[in-house]
C-alpha cells in the first residue's frame, strides 16, 4: 500500500504493518469484497478506462485500484482516474484466487491454499511501477475463512 504525501513524495507500509488499523490480508480481503460488489456493467476490474473507478470506494483513509482479471485479452487497460487528496493508495499486482464451485477437487482449506500458491509461483517476473519508479511487491495472503 502507498500514501501519496503532498509534493508527490511517496511512502510505502510494510507488509508487516497495520495501515489505518488493518493488516494488509485484511485489507486485502476489503478490496476482493470491493471487486466482487460492484456489477458488471460497472465494475473497475472490467473498466478500460477507468471511468467506474470510483464505484463503491471506501469512504476514507484508503482508495482502491483495479487490477486486471487473468483471462485470454492480453490487453492491459490504461485507466485514468482522480484519487482524493490525502488517500492511501491500494491495488493488486497479482492476484489468484481458487474456490471450489471452479475447482471441484479441492476439497480443503489447504488444497485452496496450495493451489493458489502454485499459481502465484508459475508468475515469472513480478515488479510494478508507479511513476517511473519500482515499488516493492508484496506478497500478502488472506485467511481464506474471511471472504
Same mark, same amino acid.
Given at each position: 500500500?502507498?500514501? %501519496?504525501?503532498?509534493?508527490?513524495?511517496?511512502?510505502?507500509?510494510?507488509?508487516?504493518? &497495520?495501515?489505518?488499523?488493518?493488516?494488509?490480508?485484511?485489507?486485502?480481503?476489503?478490496?476482493?469484497?470491493?471487486?466482487?460488489?460492484?456489477?458488471?456493467?460497472? /465494475? *473497475? #476490474?472490467l473498466d478500460p478506462s477507468g471511468k467506474y473507478?470510483? #464505484?463503491?470506494? *471506501?469512504?476514507?483513509?484508503?482508495? &482502491?485500484?483495479?487490477?486486471?482479471?487473468?483471462?485470454? /485479452?492480453?490487453?492491459i487497460p490504461s485507466r485514468y482516474c482522480s %484519487? *482524493?487528496?490525502?488517500?492511501?493508495?491500494?491495488?493488486? #499486482?497479482? /492476484?489468484?484466487?481458487?474456490? *471450489?464451485?471452479?475447482?471441484?477437487?479441492?476439497?480443503?482449506?489447504?488444497? %485452496?491454499?496450495?493451489?493458489?500458491?502454485?499459481?502465484? /509461483?508459475?508468475?515469472?517476473?513480478? #515488479?510494478? &511501477?508507479?511513476?517511473?519508479?519500482?515499488?516493492?511487491a508484496q506478497r500478502v495472503k488472506s485467511d481464506?475463512?474471511?471472504?
Amino acid at each position: 500500500m502507498a500514501e %501519496i504525501k503532498s509534493g508527490y513524495e511517496t511512502e510505502y507500509f510494510s507488509a508487516d504493518s &497495520f495501515p489505518y488499523g488493518m493488516s494488509y490480508g485484511e485489507w486485502t480481503v476489503k478490496w476482493w469484497r470491493w471487486f466482487l460488489s460492484a456489477p458488471k456493467s460497472k /465494475n *473497475p #476490474v472490467l473498466d478500460p478506462s477507468g471511468k467506474y473507478a470510483a #464505484v463503491n470506494q *471506501p469512504s476514507h483513509g484508503v482508495w &482502491f485500484l483495479a487490477g486486471k482479471l487473468a483471462d485470454e /485479452n492480453t490487453n492491459i487497460p490504461s485507466r485514468y482516474c482522480s %484519487i *482524493p487528496s490525502g488517500r492511501s493508495i491500494l491495488f493488486p #499486482v497479482i /492476484n489468484c484466487e481458487a474456490n *471450489p464451485l471452479e475447482y471441484p477437487e479441492l476439497r480443503t482449506e489447504q488444497e %485452496i491454499i496450495d493451489h493458489v500458491t502454485a499459481d502465484e /509461483n508459475t508468475i515469472a517476473e513480478k #515488479v510494478c &511501477f508507479l511513476d517511473g519508479r519500482s515499488i516493492p511487491a508484496q506478497r500478502v495472503k488472506s485467511d481464506p475463512a474471511t471472504f
